[in-house]
Protein backbone atom coordinates (compact mmCIF):
# COMPACT_ATOMS: atom_id res chain seq x y z
CA UNK A 1 0.00 0.00 0.00
CA UNK A 2 2.77 2.54 0.87
CA UNK A 3 4.18 1.81 -2.85
CA UNK A 4 0.70 2.47 -4.45
CA UNK A 5 0.35 5.63 -2.48
CA UNK A 6 3.92 6.50 -3.20
CA UNK A 7 3.51 5.93 -7.14
CA UNK A 8 0.04 7.78 -7.35
CA UNK A 9 1.92 10.91 -5.51
CA UNK A 10 5.16 10.80 -7.93
CA UNK A 11 2.96 10.17 -10.82
CA UNK A 12 0.69 13.44 -9.88
CA UNK A 13 3.51 15.47 -8.74
CA UNK A 14 6.07 14.36 -12.68
CA UNK A 15 2.33 15.20 -14.20
CA UNK A 16 1.48 18.54 -12.66
CA UNK A 17 5.47 19.47 -13.75
CA UNK A 18 5.24 18.37 -17.35
CA UNK A 19 2.22 19.96 -17.64
CA UNK A 20 3.40 23.42 -15.90
CA UNK A 21 0.16 23.31 -13.46
CA UNK A 22 3.03 22.54 -10.52
CA UNK A 23 1.64 25.59 -8.48
CA UNK A 24 -1.90 23.84 -8.47
CA UNK A 25 -0.30 20.93 -7.17
CA UNK A 26 1.14 22.31 -4.34
CA UNK A 27 -2.03 24.41 -3.66
CA UNK A 28 -3.96 21.08 -3.60
CA UNK A 29 -1.04 19.34 -1.12
CA UNK A 30 -1.41 22.41 0.97
CA UNK A 31 -5.27 22.01 1.22
CA UNK A 32 -5.32 18.54 1.44
CA UNK A 33 -3.17 18.77 4.14
CA UNK A 34 -5.13 21.14 6.24
CA UNK A 35 -8.25 19.48 5.23
CA UNK A 36 -6.95 15.77 6.53
CA UNK A 37 -6.10 17.42 10.54
CA UNK A 38 -9.48 19.30 10.33
CA UNK A 39 -10.84 15.72 9.25
CA UNK A 40 -8.89 13.88 12.31
CA UNK A 41 -9.64 16.19 14.99
CA UNK A 42 -13.40 15.90 13.92
CA UNK A 43 -13.33 12.20 14.00
CA UNK A 44 -11.19 12.38 17.16
CA UNK A 45 -13.90 13.74 18.95
CA UNK A 46 -16.66 11.18 17.69
CA UNK A 47 -14.02 8.05 18.23
CA UNK A 48 -13.82 9.41 21.92
CA UNK A 49 -17.63 9.91 22.22
CA UNK A 50 -18.51 6.58 21.18
CA UNK A 51 -15.31 4.18 22.49
CA UNK A 52 -16.02 6.67 26.12
CA UNK A 53 -19.48 5.40 26.02
CA UNK A 54 -18.44 1.42 25.32
CA UNK A 55 -16.22 1.80 28.20
CA UNK A 56 -19.30 2.76 30.21
CA UNK A 57 -21.13 -0.19 28.91
CA UNK A 58 -18.91 -2.77 29.61
CA UNK A 59 -17.88 -1.57 32.99
CA UNK A 60 -21.42 -1.53 33.53
CA UNK A 61 -21.88 -5.09 32.84
CA UNK A 62 -24.18 -3.61 29.06
CA UNK A 63 -21.71 -5.82 27.16
CA UNK A 64 -21.60 -8.81 29.18
CA UNK A 65 -25.12 -8.79 29.67
CA UNK A 66 -25.31 -8.53 25.26
CA UNK A 67 -22.99 -11.28 25.39
CA UNK A 68 -25.31 -13.61 26.98
CA UNK A 69 -28.43 -12.66 25.15
CA UNK A 70 -26.80 -12.92 21.81
CA UNK A 71 -24.97 -15.92 22.71
CA UNK A 72 -26.98 -18.32 20.28
CA UNK A 73 -25.56 -16.15 17.71
CA UNK A 74 -22.01 -16.42 18.73
CA UNK A 75 -22.50 -20.32 19.14
CA UNK A 76 -24.04 -20.49 15.50
CA UNK A 77 -21.44 -18.23 14.16
CA UNK A 78 -18.77 -19.90 16.37
CA UNK A 79 -19.71 -23.63 17.03
CA UNK A 80 -16.45 -24.73 18.27
CA UNK A 81 -15.98 -22.02 20.36
CA UNK A 82 -15.63 -23.10 24.11
CA UNK A 83 -18.97 -22.05 26.27
CA UNK A 84 -17.88 -18.69 28.33
CA UNK A 85 -14.71 -18.23 26.27
CA UNK A 86 -12.98 -14.95 26.98
CA UNK A 87 -12.93 -14.55 23.12
CA UNK A 88 -16.69 -14.40 23.19
CA UNK A 89 -17.08 -10.73 25.28
CA UNK A 90 -14.75 -8.88 22.99
CA UNK A 91 -16.51 -10.21 19.60
CA UNK A 92 -19.11 -9.41 21.07
CA UNK A 93 -18.27 -5.86 21.73
CA UNK A 94 -16.59 -5.68 18.20
CA UNK A 95 -19.99 -6.87 16.56
CA UNK A 96 -21.97 -4.24 18.78
CA UNK A 97 -19.52 -1.57 17.77
CA UNK A 98 -19.52 -2.14 14.12
CA UNK A 99 -23.36 -2.69 14.28
CA UNK A 100 -22.75 1.23 15.63
CA UNK A 101 -20.78 2.04 12.63
CA UNK A 102 -17.85 2.72 14.67
CA UNK A 103 -14.92 0.67 13.01
CA UNK A 104 -12.25 2.80 14.81
CA UNK A 105 -13.77 1.39 18.49
CA UNK A 106 -14.14 -2.00 17.14
CA UNK A 107 -10.27 -2.05 16.34
CA UNK A 108 -9.04 -3.00 20.26
CA UNK A 109 -11.29 -5.10 20.96
CA UNK A 110 -11.03 -6.92 17.53
CA UNK A 111 -7.19 -7.07 18.64
CA UNK A 112 -8.28 -8.39 21.82
CA UNK A 113 -10.72 -11.25 20.51
CA UNK A 114 -7.60 -11.90 18.01
CA UNK A 115 -5.08 -12.75 20.91
CA UNK A 116 -7.97 -14.82 22.77
CA UNK A 117 -8.60 -16.99 19.40
CA UNK A 118 -4.90 -16.98 19.47
CA UNK A 119 -4.26 -18.40 22.87
CA UNK A 120 -7.44 -20.97 22.39
CA UNK A 121 -4.90 -22.47 20.09
CA UNK A 122 -2.22 -22.30 21.87
CA UNK A 123 -4.36 -24.35 24.57
CA UNK A 124 -5.46 -26.51 22.08
CA UNK A 125 -1.77 -27.27 20.63
CA UNK A 126 -0.76 -27.78 24.15
CA UNK A 127 -3.51 -30.41 24.58
CA UNK A 128 -2.89 -32.16 21.49
CA UNK A 129 0.84 -32.46 22.57
CA UNK A 130 -0.02 -33.91 25.82
CA UNK A 131 -2.35 -36.72 24.47
CA UNK A 132 0.19 -37.44 21.95
CA UNK A 133 2.82 -37.51 24.57
CA UNK A 134 0.51 -39.84 27.08
CA UNK A 135 -0.13 -42.35 23.99
CA UNK A 136 3.63 -42.68 23.45
CA UNK A 137 4.44 -43.77 26.99
CA UNK A 138 1.29 -46.29 26.72
CA UNK A 139 2.63 -47.84 23.53
CA UNK A 140 6.47 -47.88 24.84
CA UNK A 141 4.71 -49.57 28.36
CA UNK A 142 3.31 -51.88 26.08
CA UNK A 143 6.73 -53.12 23.91
CA UNK A 144 8.59 -53.57 27.32
CA UNK A 145 8.61 -57.05 28.27
CA UNK A 146 5.41 -58.23 27.87
CA UNK A 147 5.31 -62.12 28.42
CA UNK A 148 6.32 -60.94 32.06
CA UNK A 149 3.90 -58.75 32.66
CA UNK A 150 1.07 -60.82 31.38
CA UNK A 151 2.56 -63.67 33.57
CA UNK A 152 2.10 -61.46 36.48
CA UNK A 153 -1.30 -60.29 35.26
CA UNK A 154 -2.07 -64.38 34.86
CA UNK A 155 -0.46 -64.69 38.24
CA UNK A 156 -3.02 -61.93 39.77
CA UNK A 157 -6.40 -63.30 37.98
CA UNK A 158 -5.42 -67.03 39.14
CA UNK A 159 -5.02 -65.36 43.08
CA UNK A 160 -8.16 -63.75 42.82
CA UNK A 161 -10.09 -66.42 41.10
CA UNK A 162 -8.94 -68.34 43.86
CA UNK A 163 -9.93 -66.22 46.82
CA UNK A 164 -13.37 -65.72 45.34
CA UNK A 165 -13.76 -68.89 45.54
CA UNK A 166 -12.97 -69.49 48.75
CA UNK A 167 -15.24 -67.01 49.94
CA UNK A 168 -18.64 -67.88 47.93
CA UNK A 169 -17.76 -71.33 49.77
CA UNK A 170 -16.99 -69.77 52.67
CA UNK A 171 -20.42 -67.93 52.36
CA UNK A 172 -22.74 -71.01 50.90
CA UNK A 173 -21.55 -72.96 54.33
CA UNK A 174 -22.98 -70.30 56.40
CA UNK A 175 -26.20 -69.52 54.44
CA UNK A 176 -26.98 -73.44 54.79
CA UNK A 177 -25.96 -73.78 58.47
CA UNK A 178 -28.57 -70.54 59.42
CA UNK A 179 -31.29 -72.48 57.14
CA UNK A 180 -30.66 -75.59 59.21
CA UNK A 181 -30.74 -73.95 62.85
CA UNK A 182 -33.16 -71.30 62.18
CA UNK A 183 -34.80 -71.69 59.17
CA UNK A 184 -37.50 -68.39 59.58
CA UNK A 185 -35.19 -66.04 60.11
CA UNK A 186 -33.10 -67.20 57.45
CA UNK A 187 -36.05 -66.67 55.35
CA UNK A 188 -36.25 -63.33 56.76
CA UNK A 189 -32.70 -62.66 56.07
CA UNK A 190 -32.74 -63.62 52.83
CA UNK A 191 -35.64 -61.49 51.66
CA UNK A 192 -34.29 -58.58 52.90
CA UNK A 193 -31.10 -58.97 51.30
CA UNK A 194 -33.14 -59.50 48.00
CA UNK A 195 -35.11 -56.68 48.24
CA UNK A 196 -31.48 -54.43 49.45
CA UNK A 197 -29.99 -55.93 46.02
CA UNK A 198 -32.39 -54.89 44.07
CA UNK A 199 -33.01 -51.07 45.63
CA UNK A 200 -28.93 -51.22 45.50
CA UNK A 201 -29.01 -52.29 41.85
CA UNK A 202 -31.81 -49.94 40.78
CA UNK A 203 -29.81 -47.01 42.60
CA UNK A 204 -26.28 -48.19 40.99
CA UNK A 205 -28.07 -48.03 37.14
CA UNK A 206 -29.98 -44.22 37.69
CA UNK A 207 -26.20 -43.50 39.00
CA UNK A 208 -24.64 -45.15 35.64
CA UNK A 209 -27.18 -43.07 34.04
CA UNK A 210 -27.01 -39.70 35.17
CA UNK A 211 -22.81 -40.25 34.70
CA UNK A 212 -23.55 -40.87 31.40
CA UNK A 213 -25.88 -38.24 30.31
CA UNK A 214 -23.32 -36.29 32.51
CA UNK A 215 -20.54 -37.10 30.22
CA UNK A 216 -21.88 -36.76 26.79
CA UNK A 217 -23.27 -32.99 27.69
CA UNK A 218 -19.81 -32.49 28.78
CA UNK A 219 -18.03 -34.01 25.78
CA UNK A 220 -20.46 -31.83 23.33
CA UNK A 221 -19.97 -28.56 25.24
CA UNK A 222 -15.91 -29.37 25.30
CA UNK A 223 -16.11 -30.59 21.42
CA UNK A 224 -12.27 -31.44 20.82
CA UNK A 225 -10.77 -29.43 18.48
CA UNK A 226 -7.87 -30.06 16.19
CA UNK A 227 -5.58 -27.20 16.64
CA UNK A 228 -3.99 -25.91 13.56
CA UNK A 229 -0.20 -25.62 13.12
CA UNK A 230 1.92 -22.43 13.97
CA UNK A 231 1.37 -19.55 12.20
CA UNK A 232 -2.07 -20.71 10.35
CA UNK A 233 -4.80 -19.00 11.12
CA UNK A 234 -7.87 -20.65 12.98
CA UNK A 235 -11.76 -20.93 11.47
CA UNK A 236 -12.58 -19.05 14.29
CA UNK A 237 -9.87 -16.03 13.08
CA UNK A 238 -11.11 -16.74 9.70
CA UNK A 239 -14.91 -16.42 10.46
CA UNK A 240 -14.14 -13.17 12.39
CA UNK A 241 -12.28 -11.57 10.67
CA UNK A 242 -14.89 -12.62 7.37
CA UNK A 243 -17.92 -10.86 9.95
CA UNK A 244 -15.42 -8.24 10.74
CA UNK A 245 -15.45 -7.40 7.33
CA UNK A 246 -18.56 -7.29 6.01
CA UNK A 247 -19.94 -6.26 9.36
CA UNK A 248 -24.03 -5.53 9.46
CA UNK A 249 -23.93 -1.40 9.98
CA UNK A 250 -26.97 0.10 11.78
CA UNK A 251 -25.75 3.49 11.89
CA UNK A 252 -22.89 4.65 9.99
CA UNK A 253 -21.33 6.99 12.28
CA UNK A 254 -18.22 7.66 10.36
CA UNK A 255 -19.67 7.59 7.27
CA UNK A 256 -21.96 10.20 9.00
CA UNK A 257 -19.40 12.40 10.17
CA UNK A 258 -17.30 12.79 6.59
CA UNK A 259 -20.71 13.76 5.25
CA UNK A 260 -20.82 16.54 7.53
CA UNK A 261 -17.91 17.33 7.52
CA UNK A 262 -17.48 18.12 3.61
CA UNK A 263 -20.49 20.22 3.62
CA UNK A 264 -23.32 17.14 3.02
CA UNK A 265 -27.08 18.55 2.84
CA UNK A 266 -28.63 15.10 4.14
CA UNK A 267 -25.35 13.62 6.15
CA UNK A 268 -27.78 10.46 7.13
CA UNK A 269 -28.97 9.94 4.15
CA UNK A 270 -26.96 6.73 3.84
CA UNK A 271 -28.34 5.21 6.54
CA UNK A 272 -30.79 3.10 4.59
CA UNK A 273 -28.36 2.47 1.42
CA UNK A 274 -25.79 0.97 4.16
CA UNK A 275 -28.16 -1.38 6.38
CA UNK A 276 -28.94 -2.95 2.83
CA UNK A 277 -25.21 -3.11 1.35
CA UNK A 278 -24.21 -4.51 4.75
CA UNK A 279 -26.78 -6.98 5.58
CA UNK A 280 -26.08 -8.38 2.02
CA UNK A 281 -22.54 -8.50 2.90
CA UNK A 282 -23.19 -9.99 6.00
CA UNK A 283 -25.42 -12.76 4.79
CA UNK A 284 -22.61 -13.63 1.90
CA UNK A 285 -20.06 -13.86 4.93
CA UNK A 286 -21.93 -15.60 6.93
CA UNK A 287 -22.77 -18.13 4.20
CA UNK A 288 -19.59 -18.44 3.05
CA UNK A 289 -17.54 -19.44 6.56
CA UNK A 290 -20.45 -21.88 7.06
CA UNK A 291 -19.83 -23.77 3.86
CA UNK A 292 -16.40 -24.08 3.89
CA UNK A 293 -16.84 -25.07 7.58
CA UNK A 294 -18.60 -28.02 6.16
CA UNK A 295 -16.43 -28.25 3.76
CA UNK A 296 -13.52 -28.64 5.85
CA UNK A 297 -15.31 -30.94 8.43
CA UNK A 298 -15.80 -33.48 5.89
CA UNK A 299 -12.37 -33.86 4.46
CA UNK A 300 -11.31 -34.07 8.32
CA UNK A 301 -13.54 -36.92 8.50
CA UNK A 302 -12.55 -38.60 4.91
CA UNK A 303 -9.22 -38.29 6.93
CA UNK A 304 -9.56 -39.84 9.73
CA UNK A 305 -11.59 -43.30 7.98
Same mark, same amino acid.
Given at each position: ???????? @????????? $???? @??????????????????????????????????????????????? #???????????? $??????????????????????????????????????? $???????????? #??????????????????????????????????????????????????????????????????????????????????????????????????????????????????????????????????????????????????????????????????????????????
Amino acid at each position: MNYIWGAM @ILTGVIYGT $LTGH @IDTVSDAMLSSSKEAVTLCITMLGVMGLWMGLMEIAKDAGLIRTISR #RIQPLIHFLFPK $LPMDHPAAEHITTNMVANFLGLGWAATPAGLKAMESLAE $LEEERRAEAETE #RGTNTAQQMADAVQPSDRYQMGDERASARRKKNRHARRTAAERRVANAVQEPDRYRAEKGHMRKMKTAQRAAYEAQQTAETAQQAAGAKRRRKVPAVPRGVASNEMCTFLILNISSLQLIPVNVIAYRAQYGSVNPTAIVGPGIVATAVSTLAAVMFCKTMDKMQDSIRLDKMN
